[in-house]
């Protein structure tokens, strides 16, 4: 059966806007089922310039204009965190289903209302980073969870900050597509590593082992100012966290995001138990390989879209696609799982202000 392609609005020409949404939906391929249809920026010019070069449908310097604007049958808001509750409340408003780039909003509390409030108006939600679309996650789960480690013990997952945003190329030119000041990263609120980086170590984390009941943390501000192109800025946002989450059944995990090094396997979790540990994507030493064909980043990630960049966000736009086309579509990357992790990044903060261990409220389904 034949069905009408959908619009997307894209919020926000910057850095992901660009290079999760705008390149990967430029090409014809999905086209039979999703195409550009308007793109919004309030920087003068930015929102013209990547219509121009993309083919958008239509752009506008505010997004109010974006959501009054007909083609538009959904959303990928691509702003600062800190502007995601208030843009997913005037979506849903609007009757525009959405995409959250990561994380979905700053608090747990404002992804919760937007939840409940979307579900009252039947307007769809997924949030970034879908992790457990990765088939090789997916394959840690499995030997977990059928007792390939024995008695699990701990995990580990996080990431650092470094230099990474102001070295992107995107930044590093003189035009309006290639000028994007990077600078909200380093405030609050929505700045720092665990809102940016650890934000995808926890969702697989919690995508593999479940919710986590309870978090401790110690938490703090360590660089007071970055340089971006000679101009200096202040930073406020916690940049240097170490936590200590409590998954029931005797199951601790260690979780970072800190503003230089690192571990070795990356932002992936590891695990230890009886019969051995999982690094990585590696089982007591012996690569856990994917089917021949299948791509680390999911089902979507196939043709141009499995070289190009962000194409794990692309995957969770897409999962938005499928169910907007079928109801009975199951997104993988869900709000609620989103909303559970934003809570324990809250609670290892709080923990570390107040000196006591936080006991955690939300919970989600494993899909």
Not at 341 to 347: C, G, L, M, T
Request: aromatic residues 8%; glycine residues 12%.
């Amino acid at each position: 059966m034949s069905r009408k392609p959908l619009g997307m609005g894209v919020v926000g020409a910057g850095s992901i806007g660009i290079r999760a949404a705008l390149q990967h939906f430029s090409y014809p391929d999905v086209h039979d089922r999703v195409i550009l249809a308007s793109v919004c920026d309030p920087v003068p010019g930015r929102a013209e310039a990547a219509a121009s070069k993309y083919g958008v449908g239509t752009h506008h310097e505010s997004y109010e204009a974006l959501l009054e604007d007909p083609t538009v049958d959904f959303v990928t808001i691509c702003s600062p965190i800190s502007l995601h509750y208030e843009q997913g409340l005037m979506a849903i408003n609007a009757g525009k289903h959405i995409h959250f780039n990561k994380t979905m909003t700053v608090t747990a509390a404002e992804s919760l209302d937007l939840i409940e409030k979307a579900k009252k108006v039947g307007v769809k939600i997924v949030a970034s980073p879908g992790q457990l679309t990765k088939p090789g996650l997916r394959e840690v789960r499995r030997r977990i969870q059928e007792g390939e480690l024995g008695q699990l013990a701990w995990a580990v997952t996080g990431a650092a900050f470094g230099s990474y945003h102001e070295q992107e190329g995107l930044r590093q030119g003189s035009d309006v597509l290639t000028n994007i000041n990077p600078a909200w990263y380093w405030r609050k609120p929505g700045g720092g590593p665990l809102y940016d980086m650890t934000v995808y170590g926890l969702h697989s984390l919690t995508g593999i082992l479940g919710a986590a009941k309870r978090v401790t943390g110690m938490s703090a501000n360590a660089v007071k100012e970055r340089e971006f192109k000679g101009e200096v800025y202040k930073c406020d946002a916690e940049d240097n966290t170490l936590m200590v989450l409590d998954f029931g059944n005797n199951v601790f995990s260690f979780v970072y995001g800190t503003f230089t090094g690192g571990l070795a396997e990356g932002w992936g979790p590891s695990f230890f138990g009886t019969k051995g540990k999982i690094i990585g994507q590696t089982h007591n030493g012996e690569a856990i390989a994917l089917p021949e064909g299948v791509h680390e980043m999911g089902p979507h990630c196939t043709g141009v879209h499995a070289s190009m960049e962000e194409n794990h966000v692309f995957e969770d736009m897409m999962q938005l696609v499928d169910w907007i086309h079928d109801d009975n579509a199951t997104p993988i990357a869900t709000a609620e799982h989103a909303a559970h992790v934003i809570e324990i990044i809250e609670a290892g903060i709080r923990s570390s202000e107040l000196g006591v261990v936080q006991n955690l409220t939300t919970t989600f389904e494993q899909v």
